[in-house]
């Protein structure tokens, strides 16, 4: 069928109907497909309902429906920023101006987008700017998506974590952390300690990059070229895709600690704890410490012990003796307690120190300047380890220059490998036997051995033998669609 404007109407239309936009007459169709289109003096103007639209409001006798288009499809004019632009579509249904709503609230239903979010606001981390980036950027998307929020801003640390582990989650469609990763690890670990946790880990988190590391959200977006802002972040949480990542459980005897980010020791951890003492410089604090590390390099005495996946049998050696114990199950503790394979009697390999650094990374970036292990993937149920033993001070000073683009993993001085369990036997430094490490988790300080900044503050686990095991995809995030 066609109508005099030249525009077809299918029988798998949804609805279409003469329409007025800025007062003149045109024609606006919701196809089945989900495409909203307008046509006017044969110009035609056409939206993705899954892609574009995020909702609508009446106002008056017209329909407003509010859509953000992605940048690189043509469109230049009203800047919205990150990587979208704001383009509203106005009109006047002639007749049935119920009909059209109800057929648009219907399609909008259809695409289980999320309706009611649970949103943590740090306002602690990063550059204090949380608070300013959810009421200017995140909230008024969330408010045009029609989305419910119950807001709390985190008063302390742990409080997200304390929240998540009592909150109702039947209540909620996801939780959203506009936040650094500390906040995101936080909730992760509240969901799994929790005694329905089974149910609770299914809950999609979403963030919203507010924080120094963001590295998670950094991973999301640029695996499908949107660049890391929090439009872009939040955008993705309203179209409701997800997808899921594995969860590392890291243990030492009776405690557990449950990271999705990386697990840090020597170097890398020296830099990214210890350089807070320079707090006061901004970012300019990472590469000022570093280069001081590398100056005064260390070299930690120590012994690692992995199970490689299929492909990277061929590193390190033979383990001459098998460190990995499957972790205690307490009949007290009744959240999660760690992947249920059995990994003891797996063919384990070993690498003996000194190491410079051992780096374990789930996502590839670690923060959004540092794409620390290109090669992962969210949720192959593998760890990329990263291991540099000796090397040239100049040739450190260069990876280090290069980890931004991830090419340090291709230098010769570096392991790049994947693994699905990991032991990891820290020692003191090569040079002062007196003196230990830190080991970092996910920008938290699990362990802090003697005479090591800070060392007088309490860490979860003591610096001592720790194992980590992967459990393949448990965790589910809201993501762009891949
Ligand atoms: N009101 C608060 N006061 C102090 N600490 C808080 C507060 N709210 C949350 N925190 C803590 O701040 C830490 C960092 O949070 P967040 O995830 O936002 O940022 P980050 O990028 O991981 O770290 P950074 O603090 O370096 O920006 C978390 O461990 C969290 O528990």
Redesign the pocket.
Known sequence: MENNNNQVISQKDIITGIVFIDGDLAMCTLTADGELRSTEYGLRLSFSMKKDVLGFVVEGKQIRVKAVVEKDEGICCGLFGGDFVRKDLVFEPLIDLNGWCYKLRRYLDSLGRPKRLLVFV?????KKS?REIFVKEVKPLFEDADIQLEIQ?????????EVVKSVDVSKYDGIV?V????????VVNGLLERPDWRTAVKLPIGMVP?????GMIKSLLDTVGLRCCARSATISIIRGHKRSVDVATISQRNTKFFSVLMLAWGLIADIDIESEKFRWMGSARIDFYALQRIICLRQYNGHILFLPAPGFESYGQPASCSLYREPPVSDKELGYQGPETKFERLKWREIKGPFVTVWLHNVPWGAENTLAAPDAKFSDGFLDLIVLKKCPKLVLLSLMSQLSEGRHVKSSYVAYLKVKAFVLEPGALVDEPDKEGIIDS???VLARGKRTYKCDQKALMSYDKLQIAVDQGLATLFSPEY
């Open positions: 740090n306002p602690f981390g990063g949380a801003e985190t008063e302390y640390q742990l409080h997200a974590k952390c936040s650094g990763d500390g906040v995101l690890v936080e507010a924080g120094t590391g963001n996910d920008g938290e």
